[in-house]
């Protein structure tokens, strides 16, 4: 059985850059939810696409989009890069259902200079 | 809206020694609760989760939590720690508004160091 991967590992962007992050869900899931994790503080929803659907989203700004692909597979875009968006950004896939466990990747360190 | 407290931020404890983590929710339905654990540099690795059913629920290496609903807690221990136990350790509720596989809402964390 395949774990969540997640591409880059780490990322290294300048403020109004435009940025993509990418995340490869488990086997057999079908619900992919991203998070930001800022220094120190625990993860924060960002959204989540359930067969290549946005399903739910935390509140984060319209410049923080996605995609959800045939495979499951997601990316995370942000455009205009801010300062505060320097974070670790993770990925989570899982079955359809409240109750079901989100398996969560590396993550992806991003520092917006 | 759903939130969770986790009170203090770094817990320190001798090895062998009980591991308490104490988590707080706020819910205006039933929650569903999980605790997650972080390693340096790694991703969110499930220790347990409560759902329904018993409200003593036990996890992956020795770990266990109990719901509590008339205290609206989820506090984690652990009988005797282990060096590597140390780590991060996140409490986290489901939202269950959003439907369809819901939104994990976290704490802040708590850091435990384990002395040996």
């Known amino acids: 059985e395949t774990g969540v991967t997640q591409s880059p590992t780490h990322l290294i962007k300048t403020r109004g850059q435009q940025v993509t992050l990418r995340c490869s869900s488990q086997?057999?899931?079908?619900?992919v939810s991203w998070y930001q994790q800022a220094l120190g503080q625990g993860p924060q929803f960002i959204f989540q696409?359930?067969?290549?659907?946005?399903?739910g989203r935390g509140n984060f700004p319209p410049r923080f989009s996605g995609l959800q692909f045939p495979n499951y597979s997601s990316e995370l875009n942000v455009n205009a890069l801010e300062l505060d968006d320097s974070a670790l950004y993770l990925c989570?896939?899982?079955?359809?259902?409240?109750?079901?466990?989100?398996?969560f990747g590396p993550g992806t360190r991003l520092t917006v200079l | 809206a759903q939130s969770v407290t986790q009170l203090g931020s770094h817990v320190s404890v001798s090895e062998g020694a009980l591991v308490l983590l104490r988590c707080n929710y706020s819910?205006?339905?039933?929650?569903?609760l999980f605790w997650y654990v972080q390693y340096p540099n790694q991703g969110l690795q499930l220790l347990l989760k409560?759902?329904?059913?018993?409200?003593l629920v036990k996890g992956i290496n020795g770990f266990e939590a109990e719901f509590k609903k008339s205290e609206t807690s989820f506090h984690l221990t652990k009988p005797s720690a282990h060096m590597s136990d140390a780590a991060e350790y996140f409490c986290?509720?489901?939202?269950?508004?959003?439907?369809?596989?819901?939104?994990?809402?976290f704490g802040k964390g708590i850091t435990l160091s384990v002395r040996p």
């Open positions: 989570a896939s899982s079955s359809l259902g409240p109750t079901d466990t989100q398996y």
């Open positions: 086997s057999g899931h079908n619900t």
């Open positions: 696409y359930y067969r290549e659907e946005e399903n």
């Open positions: 819910s205006s339905v039933p929650p569903y």
């Open positions: 409560y759902t329904t059913g018993a409200t």
């Open positions: 986290a509720v489901s939202d269950l508004g959003t439907g369809a596989n819901s939104k994990l809402t």
